[in-house]
C-alpha cells in the first residue's frame, strides 16, 4: 500500500462550506428564548389569550404602530423585479437579493457599485451589486416580456439616483 509523502492539505473555509463567510447574506441569530424547553404548549397560549383578552389587543395595537415607520420610510422611489425563482427589491434602506431560499442583504454604504444589463436577443435582466471588498453578486431575472426590462432599468436608475452616494 502507498502513502502519500506531501504535505496535508487544510480544507478551505470558504462559502461552498459556510454560508456566513459571505458578507451581506441574512442569517438566522438564535436567541436564548429558543432554547430547547422553553416554548409554551399550544393549549397554554390558547388560554392565556381567552384568559386576558386585551393582551391580545394591545399587541395588535404594537403591531400597527411598528408598521406604520416602515410605511413612512417608503415614500421614495422603489425598485422591485421578480420572477418564480428570484426577487430584487431597491429602496432607501438597500438592496435585496434573493435567489430561491437565499437571500442577501445590502445597505447602501456597503455597496460600491450597482450595474444592470439586458440580455441582447432574450428577456432576462441581470442586476450585479459590487461591494468595496472587490465581490460582486450577479441576480438574473427573466422578465414576463421585452418590454419590462426597459421599465426595470429605469425604475432601477430612479431608485439608484436618489439613494445611492458614489462618494461613499
Not at 81 to 88: K, L, Q, S
Amino acid at each position: 500500500m502507498e502513502q502519500s509523502n506531501g504535505p496535508i492539505q487544510q480544507p478551505l473555509h470558504a462559502a461552498s462550506a459556510d454560508p456566513a463567510f459571505v458578507p451581506g447574506l441574512a442569517g438566522v441569530v438564535a436567541s436564548p428564548d429558543d432554547a430547547p424547553g422553553t416554548e409554551e404548549a399550544p393549549e397554554d397560549v390558547a388560554a392565556d389569550a381567552v384568559a386576558d383578552p386585551d393582551a391580545v389587543e394591545e399587541d395588535v395595537e404594537e403591531d400597527e404602530e411598528d408598521a406604520a415607520p416602515a410605511a413612512v420610510a417608503a415614500d421614495g422611489p422603489v425598485f422591485e423585479a421578480a420572477d418564480r425563482r428570484g426577487r430584487i427589491v431597491a429602496d432607501s434602506e438597500g438592496v435585496r437579493l434573493s435567489y430561491d431560499e437565499e437571500a442577501c442583504d445590502f445597505r447602501w454604504d456597503e455597496i460600491a457599485a450597482v450595474e444592470s444589463e439586458k440580455g441582447r436577443f432574450g428577456k432576462r435582466f441581470t442586476v450585479t451589486v459590487h461591494t468595496p471588498d472587490r465581490r460582486w453578486y450577479p441576480i438574473e431575472i427573466i422578465a414576463p416580456d421585452r418590454g419590462h426590462i426597459a421599465g426595470w432599468e429605469t425604475e432601477l436608475d430612479a431608485v439608484l439616483d436618489a439613494y445611492f452616494d458614489e462618494a461613499s
